[in-house]
């Protein structure tokens, strides 16, 4: 028996394994308790991380009323397209209709000068 090194059929069910697991649920939903909360921060302009900190603060013993501005982010892009989700995309402060994906395309950051 070989020790170490890469088993095709192991790393396979692994993969599957981890596949079926159940995902929790999400907790950030239109119409809940918890978008009830947050949509009206939304609306004042707050961001999606400072709505996440002022949940925190409101709300430090219960972590059922709290999310990360990341979540919050994923319910909104994720809304079908329509009049809701247009109103909810027009309370954050760059109004994009999509998001950028960070993982691919080019790099944004810009680059530095040499002055030689």
């Known amino acids: 028996m070989i020790t170490g090194g890469y088993r095709s059929s192991l790393a396979q069910q692994r993969a599957d394994l981890q596949a079926s697991k159940v995902r929790n649920p999400k907790r ?25 900190g002022i949940l925190k603060c ?3 013993d219960d972590i059922s009323l709290q999310v990360s501005h990341e979540s919050i982010y994923t319910a909104i892009y994720a809304m079908p397209r329509g009049a809701l989700r247009r109103e909810v995309i027009a309370c954050l402060r760059q109004s994009r209709k999509k998001r950028r994906s960070r993982s691919r395309g080019e790099d944004r950051r810009g680059t530095i000068r040499i002055w030689g």
């Open 28 to 52: 950030l939903i239109v119409g809940n308790t918890l978008w009830n909360i947050v949509m009206p921060l939304l609306q004042d302009f707050h961001s999606p991380e400072q709505v996440s």
């Open 58 to 60: 409101m709300n430090p």
